[in-house]
């Protein structure tokens, strides 16, 4: 089992910025790929962006790029988003998630075996 609970959501101007953390306790931290994904009123959860156990790998979603950087800690066991240029569209409800083990990577929700509760991100215009 892994435990994962997310923290620094809150509401924001547009260009704004946020970093959400994501900390992790249970099993080794370090043997899992991390993503984050999101949720907003209405619509799908979607990937976000993802990285490698290593945190030598990250992916991002076409909607990020250039705007949100994944990160690791591994000592800390926790995982990292930075958000710059925060817009209006990204105010949903942040999730990390682990990969199942063994896994390299996927923007898939289902694949991913353990979830943090969520963390409210609001972008005002």
């Known amino acids: 089992q892994v435990q994962l609970v997310e923290s620094g959501g809150g509401l924001v101007q547009a260009g704004g910025s946020l970093r959400l953390s994501c900390a992790a306790s249970?099993?080794?931290?370090?043997?899992?790929?991390m993503g984050w994904f999101r949720q907003a009123p209405g619509k799908a959860r979607e990937f976000v962006t993802s990285i490698s156990s290593s945190g030598l790998n990250t992916h991002y979603a076409d909607s990020v790029k250039g705007r949100f950087t994944i990160s690791r800690d591994n000592a800390k066991n926790t995982v990292y988003l930075q958000m710059n240029s925060l817009k209006p569209e990204d105010t949903a409800v942040y999730y990390c998630?682990?990969?199942?083990?063994?896994?390299?990577?996927?923007?898939?929700?289902?694949?991913?075996?353990?979830w943090g509760q969520g963390t409210q991100v609001t972008v005002s215009s």
């Open positions: 249970g099993r080794t931290f370090s043997n899992f790929v």
């Open positions: 998630a682990a990969l199942k083990y063994g896994s390299t990577w996927s923007p898939q929700d289902s694949d991913y075996s353990y």
